[in-house]
């Protein structure tokens, strides 16, 4: 089944079978490995990429969905020469990540909550990632690295 979109602002054409997942696209076929699957049913975020700006859980959707559709993914996120963006620099100092499993679903989640709300407060960005596990970390280091690139991001 053909499907037309947009991948990190490139025009892309699929012709898949309509049983593909998103996920499974954008792994398989496009080689964009940097959105992970971990559960397979929509509970872990590791699979988060943005959807026309809004965080959508990747392993959950089918690619004929995205007819039309502006899909961003953490490879697309950075600038140019392969540069971090804010929210995936503020990851780093904050010591937000340790496998780095989840890193990619939570970097996602997190552009889109401090897009929507650039002065979250840490009770918003715990709930707005509540959609995200990590098995590795308490959570504090990541909401600290959220704050910290929703501040990046608003002073750029």
């Known amino acids: 089944m053909p499907v037309h979109l947009q991948v ?8 898949e079978p309509p049983h593909t997942l998103l996920s499974q696209a954008l792994r398989e076929h496009l080689r ?15 699979c ?10 990747s392993c959950n959707v089918m690619l004929v969905q995205m007819e039309g559709r502006h899909v961003m993914t953490i490879e697309g996120l950075g600038g140019a020469g392969g540069s971090l963006n804010h929210m995936q620099e503020a990851f ?10 989840c890193t990619t679903g939570m970097v996602m989640s997190a552009v889109a909550l401090c897009q929507a ?19 590795c970390t308490g ?3 990541i ?11 608003k002073s750029a």
Do not use: S, W
């Open 8 to 15: 990190n602002g490139k025009a892309v054409a699929l012709d």
């Open 139 to 141: 959570y504090h280091n």
């Open 117 to 135: 709300h650039p002065d979250a407060t840490e009770a918003e960005i715990r709930e707005g990632l509540e959609g995200n596990l990590c098995r």
């Open 48 to 57: 988060t990429v943005l959807v026309d700006g809004e965080a959508i859980k």
């Open 32 to 46: 964009l490995t940097g959105t992970h699957v971990g559960c397979d049913t929509a509970q872990c975020g590791a």
């Open 92 to 101: 780093r100092p904050c010591h937000g990540l340790q496998c780095g499993f």
């Open 143 to 153: 909401v600290r690295a959220v704050r910290e690139g929703a501040a990046m991001m």
